[in-house]
């Protein structure tokens, strides 16, 4: 902040991603097959992830009927794989809001070029590409306001993590050795050098 003027502007940005993480969410579709996509409003709150998403899209739709998801976290170097898949939706046909923009693609894990692993305690499977994967239920869901979003919360079951994301001995996921995929105003980004940690870390440096 020291680098910037003191002086502020009034704007209207079109959106307010301001670096927000993306994630893959994984849900089962109606004739059991498996849908796979990428939202970039997702926030932790204790075992919760609290999940904004278009009221209209396949993935509210699945979660209505099938509470069951996965949570993949990818890695700022899969920020492709991601953008192979931000054009396509699993509803067909394509909801007018995204017609023109967005096709109808069935197989989503084959369009982002990742691969489905089978999860433990949910139906729809992990990306086994992506460095974490919270298997989790949806056991809220909201109309947020002015009715063009759903705010779901997500309960958390199990959490799988690349071992060498883990601190040795510990339940810990090593934030030195984990990058997320940051959503910055529609542009991908990691994460810049460690700063500093909280008083309330348990893995200081």
């Given at each position: 902040m020291?680098?910037l003027?003191?002086?502020h502007v ?5 959106i ?5 993480p ?9 004739d059991?097959?498996h849908?796979?996509?990428?939202i970039?409003s997702?926030?932790a ?8 998403l278009?009221?209209?899209s396949?993935t509210?739709?699945?979660?209505r009927?099938r509470?069951d ?5 990818p ?11 931000a ?7 394509v ?10 693609e069935?197989?989503?894990f084959?369009a982002a ?6 999860s ?6 992990r990306?086994a590409?992506c460095p974490?994967?919270?298997?989790a239920?949806?056991?809220?869901m ?15 079951l199990?959490v799988?993590?690349d071992p ?10 090593d934030?030195?050795a984990w990058?997320p995929?940051i ?10 050098p460690e ?7 348990e893995?200081?440096?």
């Open positions: 020291d680098t003027t003191n002086q009034v704007i209207s940005p079109s307010l991603y301001f670096g927000t993306v994630v893959l969410l994984s849900t089962e579709n109606a059991g097959g849908n796979l996509a990428p970039s997702a926030w709150l204790g075992q919760v992830v609290v999940l904004g278009a009221a209209d396949h509210v739709t699945n979660l009927q509470p998801l996965v949570i993949n976290l890695g700022p170097g899969q920020w492709r794989a991601v953008e192979r898949l054009p396509s939706t699993g509803a067909n046909p909801p007018d809001r995204k017609r023109g923009a967005f096709r109808y069935p197989d989503k084959g070029g990742l691969r489905p692993v089978d433990d305690l949910v139906r729809p499977p990306a590409e974490i994967a919270l298997e239920r949806a056991a809220d909201a109309d947020g306001h002015g009715g063009g979003f759903v705010v779901v919360q997500a309960q958390v199990r799988h993590c060498r994301l883990v601190v040795p001995g510990t339940q810990h996921v934030p030195a990058s995929l959503y910055n105003f529609r542009h991908y980004f990691g994460l810049g700063l500093g940690h909280t008083f309330r870390s893995t200081p440096r």
